[in-house]
């Protein structure tokens, strides 16, 4: 009878893996902020703030399929912790697709960052509020974020690597108002929007570079005969504590030419980790084509300093300044942050 006990423990033992080797990972991670936040002619939106930079959860997985094939998948949420009304949207869909992998390299299909997205340098202040790159961008961009565009409907293809060589590449079809308030009434096809992307090496490590182009047709933008061209460069070199980073971006076409949504922006982290300390900046310079009611060029940074409680716990304080932002010519925006970011 005890031999039975133990080879049934044995077996169970065994064969526990097996049953959870394809079971789902649920991840996320919680970032609150206090801020002291200075909106120039806007009394309604300065004073003290606590705010949720970003928190989200996801669900992500995958199963082996046999012959060196398996299907993935991911299913990830922001969700608005500092937000108690339900009629605003407390989650907020992020990347989520299903797909196959194998020795051709990834597709898949969903909503997920553009491969222009994808490809930026690594941000020190990613998901700080006014120093992340949406705001530092200046409004420039047909969509007004810059290059950070997440899209649905997406048809998305990732290669395998050679010689640290990387492509990507995603086409959109437009389905209805998928990126714009106006729509046409033309058919959607898959060359509503495109982006392709290159890049060399990691961007954990040693030297990255990385280029890549967005491009929406007229039915994305909603205007006959409007297109707009996103243009994306990163170069950045990290190795030991350092983080050294820039990145180009470039913002042209028709439906963009002559307002104050066109124009070049460059982008630059630096950052130095030393025992559980990180000082870092940012600068961004916004170069527009055209001044606007509403824009002009400007010069916005960001300075900070991370302290690293743990693996997966880090704190932080932030101060930002973001020129003619809010869509007003010449109101500022500060900000000092002192915050907690907890992964999981």
């Given at each position: 009878m005890k031999k039975n006990v133990i080879a049934l423990a044995i077996a169970s033992a065994i064969a526990a893996p097996v049953a959870m080797a394809d079971a789902p990972t649920v991840y996320g991670q919680v970032n609150m902020a206090l801020e002291q936040v200075d909106v120039d002619g806007n009394d309604a939106k300065s004073g003290t703030q606590v705010n949720s930079r970003a928190s989200r959860l996801g669900v992500k997985g995958s199963e082996d399929l046999g012959n060196g094939l398996k299907a993935i998948y991911k299913l990830e949420f922001e969700v608005e912790i500092d937000d108690n009304n339900y009629d605003n949207g407390v989650l907020k869909a992020r990347n989520q697709y299903v797909g196959l992998a194998g020795g051709f390299g990834t597709v898949l299909m969903g909503r997920h960052d553009t491969p222009t997205k994808m490809i930026q340098a690594k941000d020190l202040f990613n998901d700080a509020g006014l120093a992340d790159n949406k705001p530092m961008a200046g409004g420039l961009g047909a969509f007004g974020g810059g290059m950070e565009n997440r899209v649905s409907n997406?048809?998305?293809?990732?290669?395998?690597?050679?010689?640290?060589?990387?492509?990507?590449?995603?086409?959109?079809?437009?389905?209805?108002?998928?990126?714009?308030?106006?729509?046409?009434?033309?058919?959607?096809?898959?060359?509503?929007?495109?982006?392709?992307?290159?890049?060399?090496?990691?961007?954990?490590?040693?030297?990255?570079?990385?280029?890549?182009?967005?491009?929406?047709?007229?039915?994305?933008?909603?205007?006959?005969?409007?297109?707009?061209?996103?243009?994306?460069?990163?170069?950045?070199?990290?190795?030991?504590?350092?983080?050294?980073?820039?990145?180009?971006?470039?913002?042209?076409?028709?439906?963009?030419?002559?307002?104050?949504?066109?124009?070049?922006?460059?982008?630059?982290?630096?950052?130095?980790?030393?025992?559980?300390?990180?000082?870092?900046?940012?600068?961004?310079?916004?170069?527009?084509?055209?001044?606007?009611?509403?824009?002009?060029?400007?010069?916005n940074y960001a300075v900070g300093l991370n302290y690293s409680f743990g693996k997966k716990t880090t704190g932080y304080v932030e101060y930002a300044s973001i020129e003619n932002s809010k869509g007003v010519k010449d109101a500022d925006t500060n900000a000092v942050s002192v915050g907690l970011l907890h992964k999981f």
């Open positions: 997406v048809l998305a293809y990732v290669s395998p690597e050679f010689g640290g060589v990387k492509l990507i590449a995603a086409m959109v079809p437009q389905e209805g108002a998928n990126m714009t308030v106006a729509a046409n009434d033309e058919e959607s096809s898959l060359s509503d929007l495109y982006s392709v992307a290159l890049t060399y090496g990691s961007s954990k490590k040693g030297l990255y570079l990385a280029a890549g182009m967005d491009q929406a047709s007229d039915q994305t933008i909603g205007t006959d005969g409007a297109e707009a061209s996103h243009m994306r460069l990163v170069a950045q070199y990290a190795t030991g504590g350092l983080i050294a980073n820039a990145m180009y971006q470039d913002f042209s076409g028709d439906a963009i030419e002559d307002t104050s949504k066109g124009g070049t922006n460059i982008q630059a982290n630096l950052g130095y980790k030393m025992g559980k300390f990180m000082p870092k900046a940012k600068i961004s310079m916004v170069d527009i084509d055209k001044d606007a009611a509403a824009n002009e060029d400007a010069t």
